[in-house]
């Protein structure tokens, strides 16, 4: 019998489905798919990372916590909740508070030792003690985390004190409170994640040849120079004037760091709406404008009995929205970096860029004192120089913008 060959099997090729097409042609995300490893719910307690099956729907860990349904732009999920995460909260909450809290208290600090300790100091030599101690604690400070309240109350605590115990003991007393509170942020403050294989912090003049990237550091340098110099004078340049008492010009800064409390907080929320450069550029138009319009008058009329008023007055307006126009500088510089860059890279980049800005944190200070022992204790030169740094890095923002989205004023960024 002869066998006969079945017939030759047909290939069809089904129709192409433009939402398969659409889906394989759309562009490589921005972070690497392998850094985001498989999750398992026993992964919960180890890494505080998101278990599998997230995607499929909200999950609920218990004690634990649950994690976000919405990734980040990254694809990445995060806690929301659970006894772990808060314990990472709380932590970052003792650690913030006497590092932002001791940096909003130099201009206090500067004022009593200028008038008792270092009287016969240059304006100089002072501002350089000052300028290394902030910039030390500003190296340990991070600025998207807060505590509003203890860094508002900070200078009014430790005026308090100096008249009480002495500055020796107020001294005593902080360093105390400042290990206690470092202990406890030590303790609870753990990592999302373990260390990426490969993967470092260690600043790189490398990424500095992207001109957007190189453009926001050269601009949170200039903010910072201008930055810190209204901290720490204000109550120097109070007492100076003699158009306001003793106490009242201690509690200046506190003025200025209640109005900064309100401004690291609410420019987040119209940076998610408005763009985080926008934000910032709008912030450091404000503190520009200010400087020029409400410190310059206050440090240049002489004190009458009729132009006494006036400059408190000035004074008073300037703490107030200055503070809460320079509070955005602080939360938003790091989130406009983390724009230029993948979160797997943010450490590097964060790092490189404040390792360079801490270099501005701790030489404007002292340049503000060469400036103001230069104009014979006038602070118009310091005002000059505040408002000079800022309009540079204005400048510096808003050119690091137009490399990402052009000069276009209506887009998000």
């Known amino acids: 019998m002869a066998l006969v060959p079945p017939p030759a099997a047909e290939l069809t090729i089904p ?48 004690a634990e916590g649950q994690y976000s349904r919405r990734p980040n732009d990254d694809g990445i999920y995060y806690p929301e909740g659970g006894f772990k995460a808060w314990m990472v909260v709380v932590g970052s909450c003792f650690g913030t508070a006497v590092t932002l809290g001791m940096m909003n208290t130099v201009g206090t600090i500067q004022a009593y030792v200028r008038e008792h300790q270092l009287r016969s100091a240059s304006m100089l030599l002072l501002g350089l003690s000052t ?27 430790l005026q308090k004190l100096y008249t009480v115990v002495s500055f020796a003991w107020a001294t005593r007393i902080v360093g105390l409170v400042v290990i206690f509170c470092c202990a406890v942020a030590v303790i609870l403050v753990r990592s999302r994640l373990p260390p990426k294989p490969g993967q470092t912090v260690i600043p ?105 008023p006036t400059i408190k007055a000035l004074s008073i307006v300037f703490a107030l929205v200055f503070g809460f126009a ?65 309009v540079i890095s204005l400048g510096c923002f808003i050119w690091s913008r137009s490399f990402c989205v052009g000069w276009k004023l209506g887009v998000k960024f």
């Open 15 to 62: 129709p192409t489905d433009p939402q398969v097409v659409s889906t394989c042609s759309s562009p490589r995300p921005r972070y690497d798919e392998a850094a985001v490893p498989e999750k398992s719910a026993s992964d919960v307690d180890e890494r505080l990372d998101a278990p599998a099956g997230v995607r499929d729907g909200p999950y609920n860990g218990g």
């Open 204 to 308: 790189s003049l490398h990424i500095l040849r992207d001109p957007a990237y190189l453009l926001v550091t050269l601009g949170t340098y200039f903010m910072e120079w201008a930055l810190f110099v209204p901290i720490a004078y204000i109550t120097a340049f109070a007492l100076s004037t003699g158009a306001m008492s003793t106490a009242f010009s201690y509690q200046l800064i506190a003025i200025m760091n209640a109005g900064s409390s309100i401004g690291r907080a609410l420019p987040g929320y119209v940076a998610d709406k408005l763009g985080r450069f926008n934000s910032m550029i709008a912030a450091l138009v404000v503190c520009t404008a200010m400087t020029i319009t409400l410190w310059l008058p206050a440090s240049i009329l002489t004190t009458t009995p009729s132009s006494a």
């Open 326 to 390: 320079s509070g955005s500088n602080v939360s938003l510089a790091p989130v406009c970096v983390g724009q230029l860059c993948d979160t797997n890279e943010y450490g590097r980049y964060y790092a490189t860029c404040y390792t360079i800005v801490s270099f501005g944190t701790l030489t404007g200070i002292p340049i503000a004192g060469s400036l103001l022992q230069h104009t014979g204790g006038r602070y118009w030169g310091v005002v000059l120089w505040t408002t000079l740094c800022y």
């Open 131 to 157: 300028g290394s101690m902030r910039r030390e604690l500003r190296q340990l400070a991070s600025p998207q985390q807060e505590v509003p309240s203890v860094e508002s109350s900070s200078p009014l605590a």
